[in-house]
């Protein structure tokens, strides 16, 4: 997957947020007869469906509906954790009871299992249920046990957790690739469509909240960017607002600069209130805001490489 490709699928990430955080608001455009839905709302299912075969394709991509989808790794994740949780609590129990040997098989990580490949980590996995049903405690069948922490229903989690990840069926590699080929070939359809769907939702929230709810529509834009991962693309992003004299909310505010001392650059907002430096570094920094009529603040930056750092701003007025 190229860096501006997985940069729109985070956008697509926020579009969909923010879908769900404005749904009270959205719910109140217009709906034309004989349309069951609002304009909004087509374009959001045309969104969706988009969006869902991109999910699809990324996962193809990246290997992981080589059996059937994403549930192969939500299993396999499943496994993994109920494995090592009571590995964990029996390791614990070994070191007291002083067996050396039985504390050392069950101090494994959850990446053993998940990171291994399917039979592997299906050996794996009962490899450590064994070793805990040997040593677990009964008083009827294994009073020489010393795992009196694992019960019976404990060990039956774990073998079903097993069997539910051994039923998963491999595909041939020959469909496999076959798969692969076709979600490559049609994920810049998918995006195209996501994008368009985009488009014409932003439209459709200026068309008819410019002016009433212009803040819904400047969030709106916000999730529509795309951040392009790699290091040149590692940045600060910022949304500055401010509450003005006499107003009951905060709105944004232009002509607030963003100036990181240690680097000595510096960005000034636009009327949405927006500020941005890219080609930064990873590491921590101080970023000043400053303006007329503005206190200035301060306030540690922490940027990780390949992403940019966003932050919402609030300044007070002097």
Do not use: W
């Amino acid at each position: 997957m190229k860096n501006r490709q997985r940069g729109k699928f985070d956008s697509y990430d926020h579009i969909k947020k923010y879908n769900i955080d404005h749904a009270d608001v959205l719910c109140t455009l217009p709906i034309f007869a004989p349309d069951v839905l609002s304009d909004y709302d087509q374009e959001k299912a045309i969104f969706d469906k988009a969006y869902q075969s991109i999910s699809e394709a990324l996962d193809i991509q990246l290997g992981f509906t080589n059996v059937t989808g994403s549930q192969a790794l939500e299993v396999k994740s499943a496994m993994a954790s109920c494995i090592i949780k009571y590995a964990a609590i029996a390791r614990i129990k070994a070191e007291r009871k002083e067996n050396i040997t039985l504390s050392a098989v069950l101090d494994r990580s959850y990446t053993y299992i998940f990171a291994a490949p399917k039979q592997k980590a299906i050996k794996y996995a009962e490899g450590l249920l064994h070793a805990m049903k040997e040593n677990r405690y009964d008083a009827l069948t294994n009073p020489d046990g010393i795992l009196n922490n694992i019960s019976a229903d404990n060990i039956t989690e774990m073998a079903e957790a097993i069997q539910e990840y051994q039923k998963i069926q491999v595909k041939p590699i020959v469909a496999i690739q076959t798969i692969k080929a076709v979600s490559t070939d049609r994920l810049p359809l998918y995006i195209a469509t996501a994008d368009k769907a985009i488009k014409n939702m932003y439209d459709i929230l200026f068309s008819h909240f410019s002016n009433s709810k212009s803040r819904l529509v400047e969030l709106f834009a916000a999730a529509m960017h795309v951040t392009v991962t790699g290091t040149h693309f590692t940045g600060i992003a910022a949304n500055i607002t401010a509450l003005a004299p006499g107003a009951e909310t905060v709105s944004p505010i232009a002509g607030i600069k963003m100036y990181i001392t240690e680097l000595d650059k510096s960005a000034v907002s636009t009327i949405s209130g927006v500020v941005s430096l890219k080609s930064i570094k990873a590491g921590t920094y101080n970023a000043v805001f400053s303006g007329e009529g503005v206190l200035t603040k301060i306030i540690s930056v922490n940027v990780i490489s390949g992403k940019t750092t966003n932050l919402n701003v609030e300044l007070h007025h002097v």
